[in-house]
């Protein structure tokens, strides 16, 4: 069989079809994928600004770069993406200019405008969404161009944010970067925006940014006013002044002209301040210092001073001082007036008066000088913080020896009473008024007379409006190392000091502590009943004696029947009319007898003996050798009892330290005993501190009775 070529020839069509159409169709896929990998890496190289055609794997670079550089640095980035065989360079640079600008500005109304150049589309990005994040809500209007420029365009990016921030806190305004000097002018939206701006512009301004011109306006106060006021709470300044430095300026001279007196300044600063504003100021300033009370405020060029004078010529001297002295493109109103005294005595005579009518207080009469009554006033705002005080005082000459201590004396009582007044006459100071507080109403007069001293001669009529108390809960206590503690209400001064010094002629020796508080009541009968229940106390050991409205328990271990027996006896027959008695109180036994025997006996040597340590420490000191071997021959001839030995210290230093430290002393004191032949066993230890004082922590021989070691002896 013959082979025939143009048959193989007419089968090579088909062929070359099918080839050039599978070579058309691979070849848009291999370009789409090249140009989405080569676009990826540009990206993350960051020229967004290019753009790719490919020609099969040759690729073409377009677009318009920002810096002269990029274009080759964008080619070096496509010939790392695997599959690209060369790339050319058709690229653009965008325009070059040497006066560098952009400008962002806030016409009000909700609006930003962006113009002037930047260097690249990522910048333009960042600047227009700082833009509406600074001003949220306003239309951001973007006006800016690519541009190149010998500029740090960190340095550049940093300053229009910057400018932009600042631009933020202005009504309207606007901000330039020529190059990489800042401009920016407007006015602030408020006088802390002022304060903040200029702040910044000075402290935080971005590096490689300079200041070429600020100009930065207050907000404008319409009408612009001001006022100072003087009263009995104090000075109180509002409104406005025209710069930190002016308001600054009449603040130190309110200080030097009212310094004694609490001063209240509201001002703020802002624009429209009329010519010679300042010196109205100053001029109202100084004259209201004259005055005993009053006022002065400036609205635009107008000035109104109203207040009292002490006397008619001093109302007259500000008068004439304001027309002469204020400015005269300022129309002035003067509303002062003179006052005269509100306490008048007949025959004449010096009075100084405080009055406290609950809601308020008024000082009356005369003072000696304006520096006296300021010190007053503080003296009185002090003693009753929050009150209204109405000063109607007036300085005059004449004032007695001594007054102050008078004022203060009767000052002192006022804030004790409901209502009340203390009015100083030439050397006779009386105090009246009337309060609900029993113990107020009885210790006033003592108070007021013990406060005046020698200086004058004191007259107190205190009227008490309470009601007196029926039923009064009292208890007196008696502890085992024999400390007594009287608690709970008692019906007066007089009674509460009776029952103290009962206490301490009963248990001689013992410390007696006062925890008792006045109540008003009837002393009788129930201070007799207190009394007795203290007598029988006494007859009894670790006792207890408590009144509760009329009844009284009596709690305790007698040492026999007969002296329980004796006790029920005399709270049966002695006790007041209307009182009746129960008591809980328990016979010793043999061992309770020799065990509290026993205690006495190591109490008693201990007293007499010496146990001590180094200063701040547990380490006994060989003077205590002696007692401490005493003590071991006492616990060894009560071998059935245990022994808790306790540990005391003064108040000096923390409670923490004080209750550690006692602890450790009274372990050294157990174990001294237990090396010395006393079974360990029946030796406990507690550590009290400063807790259970038994002299006065105020003084040294105080101190040192408080530093002790006790001994309590029990039955097993």
């Avoid at 010529?313 to 005269?328: D, F, G, H, N």
């Avoid at 509460?496 to 009788?524: C, F, H, P, W």
């Avoid at 000096?652 to 330290?657: I, L, N, S």
């Amino acid at each position: 069989m013959r082979c025939n070529p143009s048959y193989w020839l007419l089968g090579l069509v088909p062929i070359a079809m099918m080839t050039w159409v599978a070579v058309q169709l691979e070849r848009d896929g291999i370009e789409f994928d090249l140009a989405h990998r080569s676009g990826e890496a540009l990206k993350r190289a960051g020229f967004d600004w290019a753009s790719l055609r490919f020609v099969g794997r040759d690729a073409v670079l377009t677009g318009r770069a920002p810096e002269e550089r990029d274009p080759a640095k964008a080619l070096a980035s496509l010939e790392n993406v695997w599959g690209v065989r060369v790339a050319a360079d058709r690229a653009e640079l965008i325009d070059s200019v040497s006066d560098y600008r952009w400008l962002v500005s806030s016409p009000g109304g909700g609006r930003v405008r962006l113009t002037g150049y930047v260097p690249s589309e990522d910048a333009r990005r960042t600047l227009i969404d700082a833009a509406r994040s600074t001003f949220p809500g306003s239309e951001v209007s973007d006006e800016m161009r690519l541009a190149r420029g010998a500029i740090d365009r960190d340095a550049w990016l940093a300053g229009a944010l910057f400018s932009m921030r600042s631009l933020s806190g202005l009504k309207r305004g606007e901000a330039e970067l020529a190059n990489l000097n800042l401009s920016i002018k407007g006015e602030a939206k408020t006088a802390d925006a002022y304060r903040e701006i200029r702040s910044a512009l000075v402290k935080r301004r971005p590096a490689g940014i300079a200041l070429a011109r600020e100009d930065i306006a207050l907000p404008i106060a319409r009408p612009f006013v001001w006022s100072i006021k003087k009263s009995g709470s104090g000075i109180a300044l509002s409104g406005f002044a025209p710069s930190d430095e002016e308001r600054e300026k009449l603040g130190s001279r309110v200080k030097s002209l009212f310094g004694t007196m609490s001063i209240a300044d509201h001002t703020d600063i802002a624009a429209g301040a009329p010519d010679g504003w300042g010196k109205a100021a100053s001029v109202a300033i100084e004259q209201l210092a004259q005055l005993r009370l009053g006022e002065a405020s400036i609205s635009d060029r107008e000035m109104v001073v109203s207040g009292e004078a002490s006397t008619e010529q001093i109302a007259s001297a500000v008068k004439k001082t304001l027309k002469l002295e204020v400015p005269q493109n300022f129309r002035i109103t003067d509303q002062i007036r003179f006052s005269r005294p509100d306490v008048v005595v007949p025959g004449g005579g010096y009075v100084m008066g405080i009055v406290n009518e609950g809601a308020a207080l008024n000082l009356v009469g005369m003072m000696p000088s304006e520096a006296a009554r300021a010190a007053l006033i503080d003296a009185v705002k002090a003693r009753f913080p929050g009150r209204q005080l109405n000063d109607k005082s007036q300085v005059a000459p004449g004032a007695p020896d001594g007054w102050q201590q008078c004022v203060v004396a009767g000052l002192a009582s006022l804030p004790r009473l409901k209502k009340g007044k203390s009015i100083l006459t030439d050397r006779r100071l009386e105090v009246s008024g009337e309060t609900d507080d029993y113990a107020a109403s009885q210790s006033v007069p003592g108070d007021v007379k013990a406060a005046a001293g020698q200086t004058c001669e004191t007259t107190t009529n205190i009227v008490f409006t309470g009601q007196l108390k029926t039923d009064l809960t009292w208890k007196a206590s008696r502890e085992a190392n024999g400390m007594v503690t009287i608690e709970g209400e008692a019906p007066d001064d007089a009674s509460r000091l009776r029952l103290v010094e009962i206490a301490q002629q009963i248990y001689a020796g013992s410390n007696v502590t006062d925890n008792m508080k006045i109540v008003g009541a009837a002393s009788e009968p129930w201070s007799s009943a207190a009394h007795l229940g203290l007598e029988e106390m006494a007859r009894l050991r670790n006792g207890e004696v408590s009144i509760s409205g009329k009844e009284l328990v009596i709690k305790g271990a007698a040492e026999s029947d007969q002296v329980a027996n004796d006790i029920r006896s005399v709270l049966s027959t002695d006790l007041p009319p209307g009182f009746k008695s129960r008591d809980e109180i328990t016979v010793m036994s043999v061992e309770e007898k020799a065990a509290d025997s026993c205690q006495t006996l190591m109490r008693q040597t201990t007293a007499k003996g010496t146990i001590n340590f180094e200063r701040a420490k547990a380490d006994l000191t060989p003077d205590s050798t002696q007692t401490l071997k005493d003590l071991v021959q006492i616990a060894n001839a009560c071998p059935s009892f245990s022994i808790q030995i306790e540990g005391h210290t003064d108040a000096e230093g923390t409670d923490e330290r004080n209750s550690r430290l006692a602890d450790r002393r009274a372990r050294a004191v157990a174990d001294f005993l237990s090396q010395n032949g006393v079974d360990a066993r029946r030796l406990t230890t507690t550590g009290y501190g400063a807790t259970r004082p038994i002299g006065d922590n105020s003084t040294e021989e105080g101190r040192a009775k408080n530093r002790r070691i006790e001994f309590t002896v029990r039955v097993n």
